[in-house]
Nanobody
């Protein structure tokens, strides 16, 4: 059974940085690893994803140039480095995995596995 466990969330002032981690276990093959976020009263949105076939990465326009997704295959861990954080980045952040390609990377409905989430709060 696939398990995803996020860590690294917390509270930070605007302009600060955080690095989220997602420890994965129990999987055989994943096509896309992704990070999503959901703020209160808003829909879950795709933040970044990495295609395991070639390491290609995709980002939401709102985080381009500030966030970096990466993976450490030896440690079975996915990361999201978040720099220059803004109050609008405040949300619950989720790690997700898509086992077989189903559709657009930013569409949460195509991801099969999810972590429990880690809260990120950015104060102004």
């Amino acid at each position: 059974q696939v398990q995803l466990v996020e860590s690294g969330g917390g509270s930070v002032q605007a302009g600060g940085s955080l690095r989220l981690s997602c420890a994965a276990s129990g999987y055989t093959y994943i096509t896309y690893w992704g990070w999503f976020r959901q703020a209160p009263g808003k829909e879950r949105e795709g933040v970044a994803t990495i295609y395991t076939g070639g390491g290609i990465t995709y980002y939401a326009d709102s985080v381009k140039g500030r966030f970096t997704i990466s993976q450490d295959n030896a440690r079975n861990t996915l990361y999201l480095q978040m720099n220059s954080l803004k109050p609008e980045d405040t949300a619950m952040y989720y790690c997700a995995a898509m086992s077989a390609y189903g559709g657009n990377w930013y569409d949460s409905t195509y991801y099969n596995y999810w972590g429990q989430g880690t809260q990120v709060t950015v104060s102004s």
